[in-house]
Nanobody
Framework: QVQLVESGGGLVQAGDSLRLSCAAS????????LAWFRQAPGKEREFVAV????????FVADSVKGRFTISKDNAKNTVTLQMDNLKPEDTAVYYC???????????????????WGQGTQVTVSS
């Protein structure tokens, strides 16, 4: 049984940093693509970042490029999202997702991910 548990959210001021973690169980880390999505109030869930299963390639959304970094620790079965220079528009619930079957062209699509965490709230005040 796959379980994803996020942690690290909170309330910060603009310009601050946060580090989100997602602890995974029931997955072989090297065989799963691991991603972060977020959903702001009244908006659709959107892609934030992903690390691929095969080569560990990392991609981030244009809106967070240069500020957010995704990484994974295969030994600890953890994927993290380092968020720097946070902006009020980054306020959202952040979700960790995993997929063992996603292909490169689908990695930014939430429909490609079968497993999701419960989410963690990130609030950035101006």
């Amino acid at each position: 049984q796959v379980q994803l548990v996020e942690s690290g959210g909170g309330l910060v001021q603009a310009g601050d940093s946060l580090r989100l973690s997602c602890a995974a169980s029931g997955v072989t880390f090297t065989r799963y693509a691991l991603a972060w999505f977020r959903q702001a109030p009244g908006k659709e869930r959107e892609f934030v970042a992903v690390v691929s299963q095969r080569h560990g390639s990392r991609f981030v959304a244009d809106s967070v490029k240069g500020r957010f970094t995704i990484s994974k620790d295969n030994a600890k079965n953890t994927v993290t999202l380092q968020m720097d220079n946070l902006k009020p528009e980054d306020t959202a619930v952040y979700y960790c997702a995993a997929s063992g079957t996603v292909i490169s062209s689908q990695m930014r699509s939430q429909s490609a991910y079968a497993y999701w965490g419960q989410g963690t709230q990130v609030t950035v005040s101006s």
